[in-house]
Nanobody, 126 residues
Framework: QVQLVESGGGLVEPGESLRLSCAASGFTAHLYAIAWLRQAPGQEREGVSC?????????YYADSAKGRFTISRDKANNTVYLQMNGLKTEDTAVYYC??????????????????WGKGTLVTVSS
């Protein structure tokens, strides 16, 4: 059974950090690009970051994430991480990971995914 399971969300204050994890099972995650997307209440889902398949090993970030978020992959454990530093209230959202053949603008609009996780809630509030 194919699964992507996110974890690591929670309630933090502005300026603090969180590390989200996306654990893949039931498929060979290193054959896919893995993206993190988020959806805030009343807003459309938006791409945050994407890491290409390990043979390319390239990372991509939305402008809102550049300089604050870092995506990485642990191939041995079939897990992709999103380290989020300097969190802002506007980062509050449900964060999803998803698997796609490639990172692309299409992926950053939430399209072209083969698999999705169920999401983890990140709340940034003082």
């Amino acid at each position: 059974q194919v699964q992507l399971v996110e974890s690591g969300g929670g309630l933090v204050e502005p300026g603090e950090s969180l590390r989200l994890s996306c654990a893949a099972s039931g498929f060979t995650a290193h054959l896919y690009a893995i993206a993190w997307l988020r959806q805030a209440p009343g807003q459309e889902r938006e791409g945050v970051s994407c890491i290409s398949r390990p043979d390319d090993d390239v990372t991509y970030y939305a402008d809102s994430a550049k300089g604050r978020f870092t995506i990485s992959r642990d191939k041995a454990n079939n897990t992709v991480y999103l380290q989020m530093n300097g969190l802002k209230t506007e980062d509050t959202a449900v964060y999803y990971c998803a698997a796609a053949p490639y990172c692309s603008a299409y992926v950053f609009h939430g399209r072209g995914m083969d698999y999705w996780g169920k999401g983890t809630l990140v709340t940034v509030s003082s």
